[in-house]
């Protein structure tokens, strides 16, 4: 077994164990430790975790600070004991994607690293096309569009995104072939 | 509209993991004889597609998100093992690097989203296919999402009654059914019309290019 999977192991397990913690203050000290841990990229990693659940989390802790207060009922302890254990696997998640190659971790399990594979590598290539298309249109239009330029520009581009990268995605699987990736 | 991380009590999302589970085996068993280097590119593409429509986002206060899932594009063009395969390649991506969904909801979302997603669309569209076929599409990505948005919802609604003190306050989810399920419901009428078209505006191309399985 490779470090990785040492590694998804250990996310595993923890993912795991923090499902059963229900004291706020070891899911504080579960945060403390991790954050501790994680090393240079730990402040990068956290702002990301709280960027990743702030919209979810504020939704749904302000509709429950709202019910819970109009009947009577606790409102700061469940909403602690929530959004910390949430931010605790949120970080957890991000660390181990930064500290792994998610690639390394999949290894034996072929489908899925395949489809992770040309996941990643379309994911890439929509990147780019977008930005492309983004920056063509603008170029053409030097005044805001009306809606109706936008959409007929949506539909158009939109196929237009799929052919190319349907044709990225070829020459990834040719590759792959190429590479023996299909064969037996 | 994926369920995040730590909303989902143990007594959840175990059983949940337990059964996607059985049921990416029985979906991937004897695909790799299908993958070969027609079909990858394009369940890649369609693929990254979904990908891209999960993370343009609303936040909803019934614990999860509105946005359209490009399931029922998968469905209707691969089938229900290879649409409910990648769409779970889908959820795991996103959870890891956007932390939008997460590992402990990945198996209640697969299954919600990936598999009843699949199988509602390509059931609905056999279905109605006799009525026309933009219309059976047009229904069958509607309904498709609607059920699936059901099922989140229905799911979220029951964590404070699964997991909760003695003195009734909740440990995972914090709200019930009465909220989740028109919170959740509501916005995806709205977002099911969006689904709908691009469901219709992919799936016409696919078939101009004779991939379409069902």
Redesign the interface.
Known sequence: MNRARYCLLG??LA??A???I?QPLWLALGLLTAVLAAGPARWSLLR??LL??L??????S???AL??GWRG??VW???L??NL??L???FL??W??DRVR?LDALRGW???S???T??????A??RCLLDDFRAAFRSRNPLPPRPVTVLRHA?AQ??AL?EK??HG??Q???A??SRGS?DG | MHI????L??QT?LPAWGVAAAAWTWA?RG??RR????L??????L???A??LGLIML???G???GHALGVAVLALVFGVRLAF??YS??L??Q??????G???ALGVNALALGLVGALVTVGLYRLLARFGEALAVTVAAFVSLQVSALIVALVLGLQPTIAR?E?????????GLE?TVP?VLLPHLLIGVGEAALTL??WR?ARRKGWVAT
């Open positions: 996310y595993g993912v795991l923090i499902s059963f229900h990301r975790a990743a659940l919209l979810f989390n504020a939704s749904v302000l509709a429950y019910l819970a009922q606790p302890a469940p909403l004991l929530i254990r949430v605790l696997l949120v998640g991000f181990l994607v998610l072929p489908l899925l395949m489809v992770t040309l996941t990643l590598g379309q994911i290539v929509y539909g939109g196929g799929m990268a349907l995605a070829e990834a699987a040719q792959m072939r299909f | 995040p991380d730590g909303f009590s143990p999302w991937g695909l790799a993958l070969d280097e027609t990858v590119p394009r369940l890649a593409m693929t990254a597609l990908y891209a936040p909803l206060p614990g999860t998100s395969l990648a390649g889908v795991l991506l959870a890891l690097l956007f932390g939008a997460g590992i402990t003190r003195d009734g306050t909740p440990l995972f989810f914090p709200l909220i919170a505006f992919v191309l």
